[in-house]
Nanobody, 125 residues
Framework: QVQLVESGGGLVQAGGSLRLSCAAS????????MGWFRQAPGKERVLVAR????????RYSDAVQGRFTISRDNAKNTVYLQMDSLKPEDTAVYYC??????????????????WGQGTQVTVSS
């Protein structure tokens, strides 16, 4: 049984930092591209960062480019999202997602084999 379990969310002031983690089990982690999506109240879920299975390729949405960093540790079956210079508009539920193909995460709608349960990030002004 595949599980993706996020942690690290919380309440932070604008300008602060948080680090999200997503621990995976039940899959061959290094063969999956991973992504972080977020969904604000009343809005669609959107992809903010993605990383290839090897970790050698990363991409970010324009909204977070230069402030967020995605990384992975395949020995620990974990993907991370370091979020710096947080803004109130970053407030959302953040979900990690897994798909064998990096391009699949970029599709509309995204092709996702597995989702995490989500973790709330709230940035106060």
């Amino acid at each position: 049984q595949v599980q993706l379990v996020e942690s690290g969310g919380g309440l932070v002031q604008a300008g602060g930092s948080l680090r999200l983690s997503c621990a995976a089990s039940g899959l061959t982690f290094s063969t999956f591209a991973m992504g972080w999506f977020r969904q604000a109240p009343g809005k669609e879920r959107v992809l903010v960062a993605r990383i290839s299975g090897s970790g050698g390729l990363t991409r970010y949405s324009d909204a977070v480019q230069g402030r967020f960093t995605i990384s992975r540790d395949n020995a620990k079956n974990t993907v991370y999202l370091q979020m710096d210079s947080l803004k109130p508009e970053d407030t959302a539920v953040y979900y990690c997602a897994a798909n064998p193909s990096l391009l699949g995460l970029l599709s509309t709608p995204p092709r996702v084999d597995y989702w995490g349960q989500g973790t709330q990030v709230t940035v106060s002004s």
